[in-house]
């Protein structure tokens, strides 16, 4: 079985600064990772995924993700945030093998509050 | 319409009423499936169907019941619901059933039951 640890449930920062959304995960078998993003009043939208390959993944609003196996992370970053931004952020792992292969399992959420 | 779309975006149901949610996927997927959003905990995923056929039962009470007559709807029926069960229902839908592939969320249902 797979879970997934979002350490902060809020996050606030000023526009035009670095942010770092934190992700950890567990698992017995080897994972694809996902962060979403959720606007309010809106569904999910895919940020970025890691599948395989380069652990310094690129997605879409310049945000970046690096998966790390030894520490089972997954953190979100972007260099300079907007007001735009801010939104609700989730971390999601799917396990490659066994039962529920597929199954997304989400974190709790980060709220990301960007002040001007 | 595009993407994926749920309708009544708003609910407010009785704990006797029987009430329809409905999800409608135009990206032609094979995939659906519910999701329930409370706050403060993760998103729970409820069923998925694959080609019309349910392959995931997340242990939901059977006062939720889930219908996709063709794979582009798919229903969550209704029917004596609790208080606790107030949330955002997502529907989500993806190519296949599969971990490698992409889900799309519709904007949610948001029941309220009284």
């Known amino acids: 079985a797979q879970s997934v640890t979002q350490l902060d449930s809020q996050v606030p920062v000023f526009e035009e600064a670095p942010v770092e959304l934190r992700c950890n995960y567990s698992?017995?078998?080897?994972?694809?990772l996902f962060w979403y993003v959720q606007y309010p009043n809106q569904g999910l939208q895919l940020l970025l995924k890691y599948l395989s390959g380069s652990t310094l993944v690129k997605g879409i609003n310049g945000f970046e993700a690096e998966f790390n196996k030894s520490q089972t992370s997954f953190h979100l970053r972007k260099p300079s945030v907007h007001i735009s931004d801010t939104a609700e952020y989730f971390c999601a792992v799917s396990g490659l093998y066994g039962g529920s292969q597929g199954n997304l399992i989400f974190g709790k959420g980060t709220k990301l509050s960007v002040k001007p | 319409e595009t993407g994926v779309t749920q309708t009544p975006r708003h609910l407010v149901m009785g704990m006797t009423n029987k009430k329809s949610l409905k999800c409608e996927q135009h990206l032609g997927h094979n995939a659906m499936y519910w999701y329930k959003q409370s706050a403060k905990k993760p998103l729970e995923l409820m069923f998925v169907y694959n080609f019309k056929e349910q392959t995931e039962n997340n242990s939901v009470p059977s006062r939720f019941s889930p219908e996709c007559p063709n794979s582009s709807h798919l229903f969550l029926h209704l029917h004596t619901l609790q208080p606790e069960d107030s949330a955002l229902y997502l529907c989500?839908?993806?190519?296949?059933?599969?971990?490698?592939?992409?889900?799309?969320f519709g904007p949610g249902t948001r029941l309220t039951v009284l």
């Open positions: 698992s017995s078998v080897s994972v694809y």
């Open positions: 989500a839908s993806s190519q296949v059933q599969g971990a490698y592939n992409e889900q799309f």
